[in-house]
């Protein structure tokens, strides 16, 4: 955890974007209230490992506008192959 911690510190520092990773298990979710805690806004990416013992999709993105704008435009589709091939 301080790893990944120290490497996602030094990725902002070196683009100004913000990547946070929640891990969680359904139903025991934070929800919405997590964009608030982490103050997600245009520059943030958000990668959710769900947990739904077998069944749902694993990963979640939640990109922000001004990282959307950066991004290939196959991007979404990649991350949801990627998310259902791990599901």
């Known amino acids: 955890e301080r790893r990944l911690r ?12 913000k990547l946070r990773v929640l891990t969680q298990r359904y139903p025991e979710t934070p929800g ?22 077998g069944g749902g ?16 435009p196959r991007f979404s589709t990649i991350a949801e192959t990627l998310a259902k091939s791990h599901s």
């Open 32 to 53: 919405r209230a997590i964009k608030a805690y982490w103050d997600v806004d245009e520059r943030t990416v958000v990668l959710v490992a769900d947990y739904f013992a």
């Open 57 to 72: 999709s694993l990963l979640h993105f939640t990109v922000g506008e001004e990282v959307a704008a950066i991004l290939p």
């Open 6 to 17: 120290e490497r996602l510190a030094d990725l902002e520092t070196r683009t100004a974007f």
